[in-house]
């Protein structure tokens, strides 16, 4: 919180519009540090993560206004249509050509079933709705003042999300968490779709011609990949065992048999091979956001 205060300090010289987005910014990085009591990616890792939520009093003309902003990763998702082809792949060639006999093998053979589907596209499941319920009805015991009846009905709570299925959802399942602990049923409220606040990083014409369309903006991530860690990580197993591993973990809390094929060392190795990608992004991120900086801000996208 030091560091998010000490970020908050300085924008005093920004423009109070972009303040926000400049501190989601920064609390977007935050989400993605790598939490986790285990190594089980990123479908994991967010069941163990706790919200970031930050107060700042923004002066202006002499008034003192309190504006309170927390951003929320979705939770529990189902696997994306990409990796749902590769973790099928990869199935069936166990299932049909793979001949040993460790009982994880005849596990998977004889009693584990494929049931990830390409129309699942990492859509939220129900333990990712239900965290969302519960985050609600914590925030609200913790912060009375802030997140209350009152508060919602007066429609000083805003909630903001991208198009994406799983937010939109997350943010529905957030609204449920709230309305059902005050047995609210006479009103609806509403949210506000926003990909160019929410996925700035998408519209930022920086990043996207550096990082996305550039081949060696990830040399750090393409070093430790090609490193020798990987490669005795690689020769074990393939990258869709540890999503089979990692999705039966976060959705449904079972040691799966997929697990078995790894290690404590080789799931360290996997987790960091994750979280290495999200700092590379991310710093270069941050210095797409200065570069925007260095002239003025004319709308929300250019961030």
Known sequence: FKKVTSFIGSLKSIPTIHRHICA??????????CLTRRHHSGSGRRRSMRPYIQATRLHHAGHCLESYCSLFHHHSRLPTSKNVRKMQKLYELVKSSAAAKESWLREIQTQWRMWYTEDMDGRLVQKGVDDHKHLAVRLSKLFPTM??????????INFITSSKHRCVNSTLSFKAGLTGLWAITDKEFDHAVNDALMRFFDLCTRFVEEVDNNPSALSEVDKFRQGPEMRRVQEKIA?????????????????????RLFDEVDAQVMEYSSCILFHVLFSRLDKAFVGVYNCVPTEVLSV
């Open 147 to 156: 997140i209350s009846e009152e508060k919602l009905r007066r429609g000083f």
């Open 24 to 33: 989601i910014s920064f609390l977007l990085r935050c989400s993605h540090h």
């Open 239 to 259: 990258d869709p065992a540890f999503y089979l591993c990692a999705y039966e973990f976060a959705i449904k809390t079972v040691n799966s048999p997929w697990c």
